[in-house]
């Protein structure tokens, strides 16, 4: 908690380290709820990556950086690979079954 630099980014936007702890006391972004159960959390350097499960239609490789696809149409770029962000789904959500990993490119909800 020392580095000062830290931020969380969420549905596209970037958090202070400190907005981050309000957004989770509170339970809520953007004046969306936050369903934590539908959460996927990610770290990366001294940025927290927030990605809402529900909304996510794919996720698509791009070597080392995967690009996260939501229903609502925003995008962004997270600095996780794709076999990392598979492997995290299923240890922080196991009971999460809509997602499908579709050769080396891509991971989608098969809920869209």
């Known amino acids: 908690m020392g580095n000062a630099r830290a931020s969380v980014r969420g549905m596209g936007n970037r958090y202070s380290f400190h907005a981050f702890f309000l957004l989770i006391v509170l339970g809520k972004q953007d004046n969306i709820i936050i369903n934590m159960t539908t959460?996927?959390?990610?770290?990366?350097?001294?940025?927290?990556?927030?990605?809402n499960l529900d909304m996510v239609m794919y996720i698509q490789a791009d070597d080392h950086?995967?690009?996260?696809?939501?229903?609502?149409?925003?995008?962004?770029?997270?600095?996780?690979?794709?076999?990392?962000?598979?492997?995290?789904?299923?240890?922080?959500?196991?009971?999460?079954?809509?997602?499908?990993?579709?050769g080396r490119k891509y991971i989608v909800n098969t809920t869209y």
């Open 39 to 51: 959460n996927l959390y990610l770290g990366a350097h001294d940025e927290f990556y927030l990605i």
């Open 65 to 102: 950086y995967s690009h996260v696809y939501y229903a609502t149409g925003i995008t962004f770029m997270v600095s996780y690979g794709l076999s990392k962000i598979e492997n995290l789904i299923s240890e922080q959500h196991p009971r999460q079954s809509n997602f499908l990993r579709l």
